[in-house]
C-alpha cells in the first residue's frame, strides 16, 4: 500500500480553552497534548480508525492561544504521519499507528 493523505484538516484553538491558565500563566502556550488530541479527532472523523499508539512526537514552535492550525496526516497501513503548521511554519510532527 503506498502512502496516501487522509486528513487535512484547520481548526482554531480558541483563547479560552481550559487548558491555558495553567500553561502558562500570564504567557499562555497551547500544550502539545491539546494539538495531539485535534489530530486524533480528526482521524477519527475522516473514518480512518483510531490513533493506537504515537511512536514520536517532535514539538517545532509554539502554538498560542487564537491561532489557527491545519494538521496533514498521512497512511500507509496501519501507521500514520502527521504534521502541523501555523502558516507556512510546521509546529509539530510525528508518527504512530492505528488502531
Do not use: N, W
Not at 21 to 46: K, M, S, T, W, Y
Not at 59 to 79: K, M, N, Q, S
Amino acid at each position: 500500500m503506498s502512502e496516501a493523505t487522509i486528513v487535512r484538516e484547520r481548526f482554531p484553538i480558541d483563547a479560552d480553552h481550559p487548558s491555558l491558565p495553567g500553561h502558562f500563566p500570564g504567557q499562555p502556550v497551547v500544550p502539545g497534548v491539546v494539538l495531539l488530541d485535534r489530530i486524533a479527532a480528526a482521524i477519527e472523523r475522516a473514518d480512518a480508525g483510531s490513533l493506537r499508539r504515537i511512536g514520536a512526537v517532535k514539538f517545532l514552535a509554539p502554538v498560542l492561544p487564537g491561532e489557527t492550525i491545519e494538521c496533514v496526516v498521512t497512511r500507509d497501513g496501519e501507521r500514520v504521519r502527521f504534521h502541523a503548521t501555523r502558516d507556512d511554519t510546521v509546529v509539530l510532527r510525528g508518527d504512530g499507528t492505528l488502531a
